[in-house]
T-cell receptor, first 112, second 114 residues
Framework: KNQVEQSPQSLIILEGKNCTLQCNYTVSPFSNLRWYKQDTGRGPVSLTI???SENTKSNGRYTATLDADTKQSSLHITASQLSDSASYIC???????????WGAGTKLIIKP | GAVVSQHPSRVICKSGTSVKIECRSLDFQATTMFWYRQFPKKSLMLMAT?????????EQGVEKDKFLINHASLTLSTLTVTSAHPEDSSFYIC??????????FGPGTRLTVT
């Protein structure tokens, strides 16, 4: 069964601290893995997209990693800011039909 | 970057009425648009895939007669919730695909059926 699992379910950290969010998937075939940020009451915004051959990708303070062998990905946030408070969703795309398999997300709260 | 808009952002309607939600790609043409539904604290659930000029493809369990989708042009798709009931209250999000990999999401529409 195609699944995307994320951990932790929620996370609270202090402003300025770093954090890492995890994503494990069992999706086949695999085309690419995406990380989205979703603010409450808003649509998701793409942070990174990684294909099979990419191990790491950065977007400002966000760095995503991908291990296609173990089917694991992580999203590292450096020097967190209050505006980073959001849900972070890991999504895997299958090449065959462009459908996206969505994780349940990690709710991140940054406290001052 | 590519921008997708939705209108309205919030709508409250009475049970039994129909509601139309518009999804527009503002600066690009989208041959394919997607409609999602999201319940509180849950992830997005794909409802249907909309291709310009053809009938939408609905996911299993989604009633096509209740959720009417029209993709009349390369920049506009509409979702009409017919005979809405309180259980249809949800956050509806559309996305538009530009190429093989990227989907751009709209800001969402909060539907409340009283």
């Amino acid at each position: 069964k195609n699944q995307v699992e994320q951990s932790p379910q929620s996370l609270i950290i202090l402003e300025g601290k770093n954090c890492t969010l995890q994503c494990n998937y069992t999706v086949s075939p695999f085309s690419n893995l995406r990380w989205y940020k979703q603010d409450t009451g808003r649509g998701p915004v793409s942070l990174t997209i990684m294909t099979f051959s990419e191990n790491t990708k950065s977007n400002g303070r966000y760095t995503a990693t991908l291990d296609a062998d173990t089917k694991q990905s992580s999203l590292h946030i450096t020097a967190s800011q209050l505006s980073d408070s959001a849900s972070y969703i890991c999504v895997v795309s299958q090449d065959s039909n462009y459908q996206l398999i969505w994780g349940a997300g990690t709710k991140l709260i940054i406290k001052p | 970057g590519a921008v997708v808009s939705q209108h309205p952002s919030r709508v409250i309607c009475k049970s039994g009425t129909s509601v139309k939600i518009e999804c527009r790609s503002l600066d690009f043409q989208a041959t394919t648009m997607f409609w999602y539904r999201q319940f509180p604290k849950k992830s997005l659930m794909l409802m249907a895939t909309s291709n310009e000029g053809s009938k939408a493809t609905y996911e299993q369990g989604v009633e096509k007669d209740k959720f009417l989708i029209n993709h009349a042009s390369l920049t506009l798709s509409t979702l009409t919730v017919t005979s809405a009931h309180p259980e249809d209250s949800s956050f509806y999000i559309c996305s538009a695909r530009t190429d093989r990999y990227e989907q751009y999401f709209g800001p969402g529409t909060r539907l409340t059926v009283t």
